[in-house]
């Protein structure tokens, strides 16, 4: 794959920046290796796949999907993670590096400029933990979560829920249909955008990102 080059990487927003207004939501979902049980000592969660749909929040309708393969440098793709993602350690070694993934995010889809979306906050904290981890530049900015607004915690206070669904639970409730796989990244980018259609219509999708907490001192899960 050929490198991306991005000529206006000076405009990725810092701490203190304005919150982007812009009428394109990026919806990401992530999938990183993962093992049923411990990580093999040495190995690391690391992300294998950023999926990306993109909606247009005033036309109300999704855009775009897209999907960018990430090559692990300090763990490998697990039978347990094939099982569940579908993804190979044959597939992602034909990936790009993580930090050319963040390049893409920047240079392809406005990320920092766009306002983001995931289902919770495990995308977000995990491409925190490995932007730290890697020294690389943050594509949403800094902090990430200035723009991302967590779609579970909007889907649960709108429909007035005491636990937070898992995103199959979410379209069912909202009666929405589960199109492709779960935990097939860029079909989970793609119904997380159906959920926020379906929140944008009722009135209860926020106009900017909000604020999570509690970053520090959590491990790294999949989702559910």
Not at 126 to 141: E, I, K, L, N, S
Request: glycine residues 8%; proline residues 7%.
């Amino acid at each position: 794959m050929r490198k991306t080059r991005c000529r206006n990487r000076s405009r990725v927003p810092t701490l203190g920046a304005m919150i982007p207004q812009s009428p394109l939501l990026n919806v990401i979902d992530v999938e990183a290796t993962c093992w049923d049980g411990q990580p093999p000592p040495g190995s690391v969660h690391e992300i294998i796949e950023i999926s990306l749909t993109v909606v247009d929040v005033s036309a109300r309708r999704r855009v775009s999907r897209h999907r960018v393969l990430v090559r692990p440098a300090r763990s490998a793709v697990s039978d347990f993670c094939t099982r569940l993602t579908g993804l190979t350690q044959a597939e992602v070694e034909r990936g790009v590096t993580f930090a050319e993934a963040c390049r893409t995010l920047v240079c392809a889809y406005e990320a920092g400029e766009r306002p983001w979306t995931s289902w919770g906050e495990y995308d977000r904290r995990q491409f925190t933990r490995q932007c730290q981890a890697d020294g690389v530049a943050c594509p949403f900015g800094y902090p990430a979560q200035r723009t991302h607004t967590d779609a579970k915690a909007v889907f649960s206070a709108a429909h007035g829920l005491r636990r937070k669904p898992g995103m199959d639970q979410a379209l069912r409730i909202a009666g929405l249909p589960l199109e492709g796989r779960h935990h097939r990244g860029e079909d989970d980018a793609w119904n997380i955008a159906a959920l926020v259609l379906d929140l944008l219509g009722r009135g209860a999708w926020p106009a900017a990102g909000s604020t999570a907490q509690g970053d520090q001192g959590r491990s790294p899960r999949p989702r559910m």
